[in-house]
């Protein structure tokens, strides 16, 4: 579990939102308050205390120019948990791990270049997320486009962001960052 203070690259996906209140209308518990739909990147990332100006840069330099679109397709269920892959970021997910080698995406729980997805449920007993992967299975596909990266911390109330990185262009937005 994450604790205050722990950084991570997402993608937020408000076109997923509707499947996190879908988990939540089975089971409040099995979703994370105060975190919209994502696909983390890279979780964690670096120290909050230690993110600055210069990791930005290199993980701005590392993201494609333009716009990605993708497409949610499938639902994946194990124990209890439930997820969305997202197979349209991976090569995005790849460049900015590959821009920090050093932040082993999950602790390495999942190799070193995990898939990204949006987690749906955590926790869920096998019951609850049976049901909760076929009601969202239900409401795929979903179609969204990516703008923007985000750079987030932990807080006790859920993720707040630190910068958002355009994908548009080379400049951060007015404001980003610290």
Do not use: N
Not at 77 to 95: H, K, N, S, Y
Not at 144 to 157: D, F, N, Q, W, Y
């Amino acid at each position: 579990m994450a604790h205050p203070g722990t950084t991570a690259v997402l993608a937020v996906l408000p076109e997923a939102e509707p499947l996190l209140r879908l988990a939540a209308e089975v089971a409040a518990g099995v979703v994370r308050p105060g975190v919209p739909a994502h696909a983390a990147l890279l979780y964690p990332w670096l120290p909050a205390d230690r993110v600055g100006a210069p990791d930005l840069d290199r993980l701005h330099a590392a993201l494609p120019t333009g716009d990605v679109r993708i497409r949610l397709t499938e639902v994946e269920q194990e124990d209890g948990f439930v997820a969305v892959p997202v197979p349209g970021l991976r090569a995005m997910a790849t460049a900015v791990r590959s821009a920090f080698p050093a932040q082993v995406p999950y602790g390495g729980r999942f190799g070193q270049d995990p898939p990204a997805h949006v987690t749906v449920a955590m926790g869920a007993g096998p019951a609850t997320a049976a049901t909760v992967a076929r009601r969202v299975g239900a409401r795929l596909p979903i179609v969204a486009r990516i703008t923007a990266l985000h750079a987030v911390v932990l807080t006790p109330t859920g993720w707040q962001i630190l910068a958002e990185l355009p994908l548009s262009s080379r400049a951060r937005r007015p404001g980003a960052g610290r």
